[in-house]
């Protein structure tokens, strides 16, 4: 029964890759609005902006909290409650308010705040006591001792909070395209609509391997902009 069912798997397996591949393949699939090429650059537009207003806040609050040392249990709580807030349902919720595709990016935001705020502050605050006293001994003010000594140290985790909100937000913008705006999880809901299961198929793949794109860009920026003798806290972390 168990090779049976391991056949079967691969049979799956095998029919699932030969769906995406006719699809990817066919020649419609990359021309239009609704091509790859399209609804991709629409995603990539959708997973930038949230990252970039998530960045601003969750940088800028974990470096405050870690390098002060105040307010640090508060915004961490306030991180944690943050993560549960059903994405979905808050995006329904707003845009009944107004339909536009902010509702679908303020809720991208408070999906990837979360991660980066909470490993800024856990890396800066980690630093150790006897690098900032050396730092303030060679005369560094606050702020010196904070981009010049703590960053550079607290760079592993800060990435690595970067890293798992940008595949979060990968992932979840599928549901731009619930309210009716585009992104790769057009195809998903369409295929879900039509009872196109190729259509279901492509487009999940599609999202898949752009999460998994942005897990290589962010290993590559890792190991240029990370000392080597600090890369073994980000795997430990």
Do not use: C
């Amino acid at each position: 029964m168990g090779a049976g069912t391991g056949e079967g798997l691969m049979n799956d397996l095998w029919n699932q890759i030969d769906l995406f591949w006719t699809w990817l393949t066919a020649s419609s699939q990359w021309e239009g609005d609704n091509g790859i090429p399209h609804r991709v650059l629409e995603h990539v537009y959708y997973t930038g902006v949230a990252m970039l207003f998530a960045a601003l806040i969750g940088l800028a609050l974990g470096l405050l909290v870690g390098h002060t040392g105040r307010g640090g249990f508060l915004a961490v709580s306030i991180a944690n409650v943050a993560r549960a807030i059903p994405t979905f349902g808050l995006v329904l919720f707003i845009v009944v308010i107004e339909y536009s595709i902010t509702p679908v990016l303020v809720a991208l935001v408070a999906l990837a705040v979360p991660p980066i705020l909470v490993n800024t502050f856990e890396g800066v605050r980690g630093v150790d006591a006897d690098a900032k006293d050396a730092a303030r001994g060679m005369g560094m003010t606050g702020w010196g001792v904070l981009w010049r000594a703590e960053v550079p140290m607290a760079l592993p985790l800060i990435l690595l909070g970067l890293r798992t909100s940008a595949i979060q937000v990968v992932a979840t913008a599928t549901i731009a395209a619930y309210p009716g705006f585009g992104g790769l999880g057009r195809y998903i809901i369409d295929g879900l609509a039509r009872n196109d299961y190729q259509l279901v198929v492509g487009g999940t793949v599609l999202v898949v391997l752009l999460a998994l794109i942005v897990q290589l860009l962010f290993a590559a920026l890792r190991r240029v902009v990370v000392s080597p003798g600090l890369l073994g806290s980000a795997r430990s972390s």
